[in-house]
């Protein structure tokens, strides 16, 4: 019932910074956890950050803590990534995810419903 569609990724030079949003279908996007994972060439797929469906506790993987910035907006049905200081090993297809159910607010964080990702490549 939930569908997933992210934008935002694309080449940038390493320092630099990128947007992605995340925009979700249905009408219950206030009582979904969002989060954002990524998957880099040869590696198992990865979590980046969640953010419970509250909005007051979030997670961030320890590569991008300080950098990057999960949010949401629930009228628009929108989650962000905001990356900054971008550096080449953050080059990975990201991904959005929901939870509708208890949500593991860590890096065992299991999801219910996946976008289809969006490439971030980071040039050196």
């Known amino acids: 019932q939930v569908q997933l569609v992210e934008s935002g990724g694309g080449l940038v030079q390493a320092g630099g910074s990128l947007r992605l949003s995340c925009t979700a279908t249905?009408?219950?996007?206030?009582?979904?956890?969002m989060g954002w994972f990524r998957q880099a060439p040869g590696k198992e797929r990865e979590v980046v950050s969640v953010?419970?469906?509250?909005?007051?506790?979030?997670y961030y993987a320890d590569s991008v803590k300080g950098r990057f910035t999960i949010s949401r907006d629930n009228a628009a049905t929108t989650a962000y990534l905001q990356m900054n200081s971008l550096k080449p090993e953050d080059t990975a297809v990201y991904y959005c995810?929901?939870?509708?159910?208890?949500?593991?607010?860590?890096?065992?964080?299991?999801?219910?419903?996946w976008g289809k990702g969006t490439l971030v490549t980071v040039s050196s």
């Open positions: 995810a929901a939870r509708v159910g208890p949500l593991v607010l860590g890096p065992g964080a299991s999801m219910d419903y």
């Open positions: 249905g009408r219950t996007f206030n009582g979904y956890a």
């Open positions: 953010m419970a469906h509250s909005g007051a506790r979030t």
